[in-house]
Structures are given as structure tokens and as C-alpha cells.
């Protein structure tokens, strides 16, 4: 299991999507989720609709730039897919978007950017399955998935980012148990990346 943060390992809630979460999460061995808009025309890092504090997102990308970490961007805005693939084209940086609208996730597949579809419990036909790079598996009302989802997507060639039950306000440690010696290209995305490692240690 590889081990991801979310928007930055954060150690207060001020922290997430900022320089100090994303230098940490580097320093740590871990790749990170974020989100990412635009802004007078530029790509910023931000959840929510951007303002003139918001981290530039070349400032995000030299941090990850060689390290071989990878970053899921969360995409918060349509029109971003070319200055996307702009951005990345000049970084050594793994990297897939996800959570596109309907028609934008069209673009990027016809792009050949690599973006993963979502397979929730109120999302249970992923999109464009057989152009995605990859599954993000989500579990807003329960923890419904369990390790034969997983494995159906691994055996159909998809890398998977379980998204970590403690993003929507539950205890994490069930799951962990129950997916802790998974094998294949398997990813957790979580706001607790030091003890999910502690969870996963072999």
C-alpha cells in the first residue's frame, strides 16, 4: 500500500494546501492530493474559489519536481487541461487528475492526460472506465468497498486510490485492517499518512 496525503500533511486545519503541509509530506516520503483552480488565468492550489493568497502552482510543482512522488490533482475548475499538461510537460513528476465534470474528463481522455474515474457509492458506473489510468474509490455514506472491488480493478489493469475513511469523518482503522496486506498498484489517500504508514509496515 502506498500512502498519500491529503491536500498536504497538515497538522492543523490552517495547514492544508500550503507550502508548510506540502514541504512536510516531501520531507516525509509521502506524494499528496490537492486541489487545483485557476486564477486570473494562472493555476493556483485551492479547494475552495481562489483568492491573492492562494500557493502558485509552479510553487507546489518545484517541490515535487525529481523526487518521484506523485501528486493527485483534484480538479476544481473546467477549462484547466491545457494548462495542466503545460505545467507537468516541464516537471518530472508523477501525476493524475480526477474529479473532472462529466464533459471535462471527455477532454482529458481525448488529450491523453492521465486521469482516474471515480467508483463511490453514489457514483457505482465509473466514467470512461476503459480510458482511465486509474479508479479513486470513495465511500461518502459507509464504508461499503471491500478488497474484491479493489482486486476486479487491479485484474482490469487500474491502478487504485482508496480514499481513507477519515475524510468523511470516520474511524480509518477498520479499513486499514481489512486492506492491510493488499498487493498490486494500490494507493491511500488520508490525513493521517503517519500512522496509515505505521498500519501498512509489512
Not at 104 to 114: C, I, K, N, Q, S
Not at 184 to 202: I, K, Q, Y
Amino acid at each position: 500500500m502506498k500512502i498519500i496525503s491529503h491536500r498536504g500533511w497538515w497538522r492543523a486545519a490552517s495547514e492544508k494546501n500550503t507550502s508548510v503541509a506540502f514541504g512536510r509530506t516531501v520531507a516525509g516520503g509521502y506524494g499528496t492530493e490537492t486541489d487545483v483552480r485557476d486564477l486570473m488565468g494562472r493555476l493556483v492550489v485551492s479547494h475552495d474559489p481562489a483568492g491573492a493568497d492562494a500557493l502558485p502552482w509552479e510553487d507546489l510543482l518545484a517541490l515535487f519536481d525529481g523526487t518521484g512522488l506523485p501528486l493527485a490533482v483534484n480538479v476544481k475548475a473546467d477549462g484547466l487541461s491545457g494548462l495542466l499538461a503545460a505545467a507537468f510537460a516541464e516537471r518530472a513528476i508523477p501525476w493524475f487528475a480526477f474529479d473532472m465534470s462529466g464533459p471535462e474528463t471527455v477532454r482529458y481522455a481525448a488529450a491523453g492526460l492521465p486521469f482516474y474515474t471515480r467508483h463511490s457509492d453514489v457514483e457505482p458506473e465509473p466514467i470512461l472506465y476503459d480510458q482511465a489510468a486509474g479508479v479513486w474509490l470513495d465511500a461518502f455514506r459507509g464504508d461499503w468497498f471491500d478488497r474484491d472491488v479493489i482486486a476486479r480493478h487491479g485484474e482490469a489493469g487500474k491502478a487504485v486510490c482508496v480514499v481513507s475513511p477519515e475524510l468523511h469523518g470516520r474511524d480509518p482503522r477498520p479499513v486499514w485492517e481489512r486492506l492491510s496486506d493488499l498487493s498490486g498498484d494500490v494507493t491511500l489517500c488520508t490525513d493521517r499518512p503517519d500512522d496509515a504508514s505505521r498500519a501498512f509496515r509489512p
